[in-house]
């Protein structure tokens, strides 16, 4: 049977609908994200099912989770409703992002088009989202937060495509196995696709598709000639000069450092420095007030300070536990005391994410709003340094993450790899699984240790990369 998730992968990499159905692998356990967004989706199935459209009336029979198929296609449309008078259906696809994606209008599109071939008239088909402009006031609506979209229109146009791309689909996966090209990765996985490294098994780790984007004139001109190494690329390729450098680097083995400007630039920061990190949090459905559907909001921030060149450094944090307080507003209150009236320069990575943040808040609290504009007034973001390519190393494969620099300019630091939590998602969703009382009492204090240290490092680890950009 082609069934939606199938078909949707020979859209994305045929080679890869072709592999998974003549040698499918096992099905491994859901990561963290994997599971968060499963459970989303249920959510808002869940909260849609409520929706005062789907109420029972006597002119219709409402059926969740319906099963359409033939004798090739299968297909389960979350809601359908039956005008009983004619015997016409009207499908409605449930989704947890907020737009009508072009993605979700193709899962309509194959549901519209399985029940028109098991025999059913469809006279509407729908998308349901959440709307990104709900904002929570402790009561949920959801009448307003769902949104629902008539796509009948958009669906009867892509209906003749539909049909077209599901017969080349099953001819596709009844065929013998494709020829299979460097050209011919996908655009999620680019060289990392199934399909290529089953053909390619020895394509190195790090390689041109690290630096040059999918379908880019660049990378498919190199993957043409077989240029797969950085190393590799003629001298007279035409680079830009971000791209230029990185492959310098990597052709020399040796780092490039702009001493002059990045010692100029750290000279001018105004102490005390404050090395400042959020994790955050965004639940599709929104729990916490003033919030909307998928607001990331802060429930944990790290601060460390050094008030002199060469003076005493230190630490304060504070972790939310969700007992009854609002997460953010307790973060807002702690750092407004930390900081105390002498901000400085707050040095942060990627200022998109925190500025953000404080703009946010200061919508949320207006109280603080003043105090949050000096914050995102006095930022210094560390991480152009390296973005900017006044630093550059071989061991930073082309990347500027803070996980990427630290351990090749401070390899004495802790590993976020040999951490219990070591990244940000992960920090992210298993706060909010302890912030709802999942697990032991036991399990619950361990993560909030774990939390508080790796919010720790991600602080800590700026204040020594900044300590070794000093002594360049």
């Known amino acids: 049977m082609l069934t939606k998730s199938k078909f949707k ?40 099912r409520t929706h005062p459209i789907f ?80 904002i929570f006031d402790g009561v949920l609506d959801t009448e307003s937060l769902l949104c629902i979209s008539d796509e009948t229109e958009a669906i009867n146009i892509l209906n003749g495509t539909i049909r077209t791309d599901i017969e080349t689909a099953l001819a596709f996966r009844d065929g013998d196995e494709p020829a299979v090209t460097l050209l011919d990765y996908c655009k999620a996985n680019k060289l990392g696709c199934r399909s290529i490294l089953k053909q390619f098994p020895d394509i190195p780790e790090y390689n041109v598709s690290n630096i040059f984007s999918a379908g880019s004139k660049k990378l498919n001109t190199l993957l043409e000639e077989g240029i797969l190494n950085l190393c590799d690329i003629p001298a007279d390729f035409k680079l830009t000069d971000r791209e230029a450098a990185i492959i310098e680097v ?64 230190r ?13 953010s507003k307790e973060i807002v209150e702690r750092l407004y005391e930390d900081l105390n009236g002498n901000i400085g320069t707050v040095i942060i990575w990627s200022e998109g994410f925190e500025k953000t943040r404080n703009t946010e808040l200061g919508v949320m609290f207006p109280e603080y709003a003043d105090f949050l504009a000096e914050v995102n007034d006095a930022v210094y973001d560390l991480r152009k340094v390296f973005s900017r390519r006044l630093y550059l190393h071989p061991g930073f494969r082309g990347r500027d993450s803070i996980k990427k620099v630290l351990p090749v300019l401070c390899p004495h630091l802790p590993s976020y790899d040999d951490m219990d939590i070591g990244d940000g998602l992960t920090a992210s969703i298993k706060w909010f699984h302890i912030a709802t009382g999942r697990g032991t009492s036991e399990e619950r204090e361990k993560t909030y240790e774990d939390l508080c240290a790796y919010c720790h490092l991600d602080t800590l680890a700026m204040v020594e990369i900044y300590r070794h950009l000093l002594s360049i």
């Open 9 to 48: 992968k020979f859209v994305e990499c045929p080679n890869e609908f072709w592999l998974d159905h003549h040698f499918p692998e096992p099905a491994g356990k859901l990561d963290l994200n994997a599971q968060l967004r499963r459970e989303t989706g249920y959510e808002v199935e869940s909260l849609a």
């Open 315 to 327: 630490h304060s944090f504070h972790l939310s536990r969700n007992d009854g307080r609002h997460p």
């Open 55 to 134: 109420a029972a009336r006597d002119d219709v029979k409402i059926e969740f989770g319906k099963e359409f198929q033939t004798e090739t296609l299968y297909a389960k449309a979350d809601v359908v409703v039956t005008v009983l008078a004619t015997g016409d259906i009207e499908i409605y696809e449930i989704k947890s992002g907020t737009s009508a994606k072009d993605e979700y209008k193709l899962d309509l599109a194959f549901q519209f088009y399985v029940a028109t071939q098991a025999g059913y008239v469809v006279s509407k088909a729908c998308l349901i989202f959440l709307d990104n402009t709900y």
């Open 250 to 313: 990597e052709r020399s083995g040796q780092p490039y450092i702009d001493r002059e400007t990045i010692l100029g630039e750290l000279n001018e920061l105004k102490f005390p420095l404050q090395f400042l990190d959020y994790e955050s949090f965004n639940p599709g459905v929104p729990k916490f007030h003033r919030t909307r559907p998928y607001q990331q909001m802060v429930f944990q921030y790290s601060l460390h300070t050094l008030g002199s060149e060469g003076g005493e450094l």
